[in-house]
T-cell receptor, first 110, second 115 residues
Framework: GNSVTQMEGPVTLSEEAFLTINCTYTATGYPSLFWYVQYPGEGLQLLLKATKADDKGSNKGFEATYRKETTSFHLEKGSVQVSDSAVYFCALRKGNKLVFGAGTILRVKS | DVKVTQSSRYLVKRTGEKVFLECVQDMDHENMFWYRQDPGLGLRLIYFSYDVKMKEKGDIPEGYSVSREKKERFSLILESASTNQTSMYLC??????????????FGPGTRLTVL
């Protein structure tokens, strides 16, 4: 079936450090892939997406590249800020539904 | 600005009570969803609806029902609340229009505690 696996957190970084959050998926065909972010006390919001192999999604300094060879969609940011502290969810689209990973907590210290 | 609102941010109920969680969206979206969010499990789909009066079971529908009488409103019902339904409940909506249907818009969530 369709599933998403994310690296376990929490991930704790100092401000301006490089961020990678790993995400791999299992799916039939080539689903659209997403990263959603949930800031404290809020619902989820779309961070970026990629709809086909080799696409790169980017937003707010975050990037992720759709790699079909490794079935991965890792999230990266070159220099994190305290305001990036949140929970990050990787997801794939199956029809009109999304399948989410377990989420990764990111904590950025000043 | 797109908006999904949920009736309560925090709710405390007793075991056996009937609980209603309301969700309203102002974007004229066809699709609406109810998820529950638990630590280490991510978001799990309870029910979704792709049109008024239409509903489909998600991955964990047991103990829940839904109602969609109007396009903008999607209600989640716990017929007889149990302690294992203590969780964060998130509502979302999306359009069916090709090219934009990927994005789901989420409400702020309702944290339900069942005592």
């Amino acid at each position: 079936g369709n599933s998403v696996t994310q690296m376990e957190g929490p991930v704790t970084l100092s401000e301006e450090a490089f961020l990678t959050i790993n995400c791999t998926y299992t799916a039939t065909g080539y689903p659209s892939l997403f990263w959603y972010v949930q800031y404290p006390g809020e619902g989820l919001q779309l961070l970026l997406k990629a709809t086909k192999a080799d696409d790169k999604g980017s937003n707010k300094g975050f990037e992720a590249t759709y790699r079909k060879e490794t079935t991965s969609f890792h999230l990266e940011k070159g220099s994190v800020q305290v305001s990036d502290s949140a929970v990050y969810f990787c997801a794939l689209r199956k029809g009109n539904k999304l399948v989410f990973g377990a989420g990764t907590i990111l904590r950025v210290k000043s | 600005d797109v908006k999904v609102t949920q009736s309560s941010r925090y709710l405390v109920k007793r075991t056996g009570e009937k609980v209603f969680l309301e969700c309203v969206q102002d974007m004229d979206h066809e699709n609406m969803f109810w998820y529950r969010q638990d630590p280490g499990l991510g978001l799990r789909l309870i029910y979704f609806s792709y049109d008024v009066k239409m509903k489909e079971k998600g991955d964990i529908p047991e103990g829940y029902s839904v109602s969609r009488e109007k396009k903008e409103r999607f209600s989640l019902i716990l017929e007889s609340a149990s302690t294992n339904q203590t969780s964060m409940y998130l509502c979302a909506s999306s359009t069916q229009t090709s090219g934009t249907r990927d994005t789901q818009y989420f409400g702020p969530g309702t944290r339900l505690t069942v005592l």
